[in-house]
């Protein structure tokens, strides 16, 4: 089966939980890691509801995934998101040592994916990533655009 | 007063973090994150002990210090830290909307606040970090190659 299939079933499974954040009037981004076939670690954007810096989708997934298997090294994982992740999140995407990552829209003022920097294939660093980025770019971008949208028309009658 | 005082005191107080991390054969890193003259949150660096990836000292701090002033957005902090960020930490002083990070050790192959890259003074991110390194760096380098010295000579042993 092509993999491009699996990408977009668990990008779906992203999106969903990318909704659950939009209810909680959080950006609106969901992830899940994938291993073997199997949702290991899900999770969205918690920044303002938790109030704290560190709840992005990818580092709740990365987090909850790394409990399931008892295991920080998260070799054979496939991360899903729907927006491309920033620094912090590139960043822990090479030291939780995720094999490859797929992501909905690309985001072009600080995705570190590809936009202003492709962190996770830098020769340096001693992990890389394989990356495949806008997938569903379409949706991934609409649930963004309308959170924002929503937010400005709101502070405008205020 | 010189801030360089404080600096120093904080950089012992990030010291005593890492030398718990080193007591439990973690690899010894510590950071205090200070706002006001008060430390308001510690970490050191958990990364095998709670098999978590994102346990490094830095995020460590930085969460609880949000947990300790119900606030995600870290203004008028300063981050102490015994060896210069990682990629994943670098981009949290950003996100977390950090002032100021000073670090003890360079970290030439891995670093991203000077070493390898200059994250947190990007000027596509929106917000900057103030950085100064070196503070204290001697015994900082130290602790770290006192680590891998011994873990080399373990490793030889068996």
Redesign the interface.
């Known amino acids: 089966m092509d993999k491009k299939i699996d990408d977009f079933y668990y990008m779906r499974e992203a999106i969903k939980e990318a909704m659950k954040a939009r209810n909680k009037e959080e950006i609106p981004v969901g992830c899940v890691v994938v291993k073997e076939n199997k949702i290991i670690g899900r999770g969205h954007n918690l ?2 509801s ?7 989708a990818e ?1 709740i997934a ?2 909850s995934a ?2 399931k298997i ?5 070799h054979g994982c496939t991360l899903y998101v729907t927006l491309e992740p ?7 995407l ?4 995720i094999d490859r990552l797929v992501f909905g829209a690309y985001d072009y ?2 995705g ?1 994916c590809g936009s ?1 920097e492709n ?1 996770p294939t ?1 020769k ?3 992990h890389k990533v394989e990356i495949l980025g806008g997938i569903m770019e379409e949706e991934c971008l609409l649930i963004i655009q309308d959170f924002f949208k929503k937010l400005r028309m709101r502070n405008k009658g205020n």
Chains 1, 2 share one sequence.
Do not use: D, F, Q, T
Request: glycine share 2%.
């Open positions: 920044v303002e938790k109030n704290n810096p560190l709840k992005h580092l990365i987090e790394a409990k008892n295991s920080w090294r998260l920033c620094a912090m999140c590139s960043g822990a090479v030291y939780s040592r003022k600080r570190y202003i962190l830098r340096e660093l001693n």
